[in-house]
């Protein structure tokens, strides 16, 4: 079994910042990509970004210079530092892992975590 578990959101208001993490653990042979998505109500789920193993990143827009993704490959662990936050980035943040959970599995699967909620107040 596969557990993402996610930390770190909360209430902020705008030009605040909030750092997300989320660590995998459990069954877990190596892990391509990890990243985050985000849901805000009456959205569709968006993704915010994402970074390889070997370290590059692929942003949305929006979030482009406001928002940092890293991950430390030893803790099977990413993070989103989120600066100059504003309300639209009000959202669940939900963080996905694509991994094989032995040699054996020749493709990635995608997991998910629970999501953690991020507020920004104006």
């Known amino acids: 079994q596969v557990q993402l578990v996610e930390s770190g959101g909360g209430l902020v208001q705008a030009g605040g910042s909030l750092r997300l993490s989320c660590a995998a653990s459990?069954?877990?042979?190596?892990?391509?990509?990890m990243g985050w998505y985000r849901q805000a109500p009456g959205n569709q789920r968006e993704l915010v970004a994402a970074i390889t193993s070997n370290g590059n990143t692929n942003y949305a827009d929006s979030v482009k210079g406001r928002f940092t993704i890293s991950r430390d490959n030893a803790k099977n662990t990413v993070y989103l530092q989120m600066n100059s936050l504003k309300p639209e980035d009000t959202a669940v943040y939900y963080c996905?892992?694509?991994?094989?959970?032995?040699?054996?599995?020749?493709?990635?699967?995608?997991?998910w975590g629970q999501g953690t909620q991020v507020t920004v107040s104006s």
């Open positions: 996905i892992a694509d991994l094989r959970v032995g040699v054996w599995q020749s493709n990635w699967y995608r997991y």
């Open positions: 459990g069954s877990i042979f190596s892990i391509n990509v």
